[in-house]
């Protein structure tokens, strides 16, 4: 089994930071892909931020120059720094990694729960 457990949501006025943390824990063998995808009330999810295990990133073009993706691979984590957050940054934020996993080498997407991030105004 793998679990992803995300860390440090919470409300923030606009202007503010946050940092985002994911540990992926189990029988897990390789993560390839780890990042973020939120989704806001009323909208569709959206991939916020993505980072390959060379550490090549990709953020949707709303969160550029705001957001920062970075893994550690020994700790098997990611993290979302999230600095001049608006508003509209509002949302359940869960994070994903491409993993490779158990006694039978699964290769597939795990999903964290979700951490609440709320930008006050």
């Known amino acids: 089994q793998v679990q992803l457990v995300e860390s440090g949501g919470g409300l923030v006025q606009a202007g503010g930071s946050l940092r985002l943390s994911c540990a992926a824990s189990?029988?897990?063998?390789?993560?390839?892909?780890m990042g973020w995808y939120r989704r806001a009330p009323g909208k569709q999810r959206e991939l916020v931020a993505r980072?390959?295990?060379?550490?090549?990133?990709n953020y949707v073009d709303s969160v550029k120059g705001r957001f920062s993706i970075s893994r550690d691979n020994a700790k098997r984590t990611v993290y979302l720094q999230m600095n001049n957050l608006k508003v509209e940054d509002t949302a359940v934020y869960y994070c994903?990694?491409?993993?490779?996993?158990?006694?039978?080498?699964?290769?597939?997407?795990?999903w964290g729960r979700g951490t609440q991030v709320t930008v006050s105004s």
């Open positions: 980072v390959s295990n060379d550490n090549i990133t």
């Open positions: 994903f990694g491409d993993i490779n996993w158990g006694s039978l080498m699964r290769r597939d997407i795990q």
């Open positions: 189990g029988s897990i063998f390789n993560i390839y892909d």
